[in-house]
């Protein structure tokens, strides 16, 4: 007799906003959570018009919802800081709760050091760790109030020290701010968990094991390197919204080992499939966690 498919984690009854889902990984994520059971609430500039990059949030809604899940999209520009503001308020009036803040959004722009423009610095960091910090200060007492919540920021595997000798990547590719970015919102989800973890707020990052391909980040990922599927790093995303902060906060993520570690089954975006497991290839950074630190 063969063994029933193992049960994936359920949301019902959770609110999750999750920023950035107009598009690629923020979208990816906005459906497996809604495939879980969870109402989602998704952001980003484009509502129902396309800005800057394909996708808009009224095509993520129609995806959702067409699956049989729940989704609320509220417009918001993340370099605005009195829309952020706006943004756990909103989730609220519009959801009843909030439950899991998922810090997604971002536009990654690279330079050199040397040719950087002060503007490109500081919108690398307002992306990446302001905004960030700014939800999360909003979010603390409505899941304080509630009893329980999850936090989950999206990491990079860049953020891992670049390895020598340096790749063409480290030393031409101009990430190293965005990268810097990344590692310091890594220090930051620690310490933060630390933090709230009396509170039962989980605190926990998630970062691709190696790269994926998204509207956002295709035209920093060369043609012949091969990436992974977004349904690994969704998966892991689920798995770190759902325990209780005493079981599961403060870890430091990887889609691909993460879940080949802790034998976590992996489903399609839908929750309808399950996929094979994971497989690290030889070319993934040697000092990742597979357990998460």
């Known amino acids: ?31 497996r959570f809604a495939a879980a ?24 809604v129609a995806l959702i919802e067409a699956a049989g899940g729940q989704a609320i999209a509220l417009g918001a520009d993340i370099e605005d800081p009195a829309q952020v503001a706006q943004l756990v308020p909103n989730t609220v009036a519009a959801a009843g709760r909030l439950d899991i803040l998922v810090n997604n959004a971002g536009f990654a722009e690279f330079s050199r050091i040397e040719d950087m423009p002060m503007a490109l610095f500081e919108r690398t960091l307002g992306h990446y760790f302001q905004t960030p910090f ?6 603390i007492p409505v899941m304080r109030s509630q009893g329980a919540g999850w936090i989950l920021q999206l990491g990079s595997i860049v953020a891992q020290r670049p390895l020598k000798p340096f790749s063409d ?9 965005y990268a810097s970015a990344k590692a310091a919102i890594a220090r930051f989800t620690q310490g933060l968990a630390a933090e709230l973890e009396a509170d039962n707020i989980a605190v926990n990052l998630v970062a691709p094991s190696t790269g994926i391909r998204t509207p956002g980040a295709d035209m920093h990922i060369p043609d012949e390197y091969p990436t992974e599927r977004i349904e690994y790093l969704c998966e892991s995303a689920l798995a770190l919204c759902h325990l209780p902060a005493a079981e599961r906060t403060g870890l430091i993520t990887h889609s691909l080992h ?10 399609s975006l839908d929750g309808s499939e399950l996929l094979p497991p994971p497989v690290i290839p030889d070319y993934a950074h040697p000092e990742v966690r597979p357990a998460g630190e």
């Open 169 to 177: 990547f480290d030393r031409l590719g101009g990430g190293l701010i």
């Open 1 to 31: 007799m063969s063994n029933p498919a193992p049960i994936p984690p359920r949301l019902d009854g959770k609110v999750a906003l999750i920023t950035g889902a107009s598009r690629g990984l923020g979208r990816g994520l906005a459906q």
């Open 134 to 139: 700014q939800l999360i200060q909003a979010a």
């Open 258 to 267: 993460f879940p080949l570690h802790h034998t976590l089954p992996v489903w």
């Open 37 to 60: 059971g969870a109402t989602v609430v998704v952001t980003a500039r484009s509502v129902d018009q396309a800005v800057q990059l394909e996708g808009t949030l009224a095509e993520t």
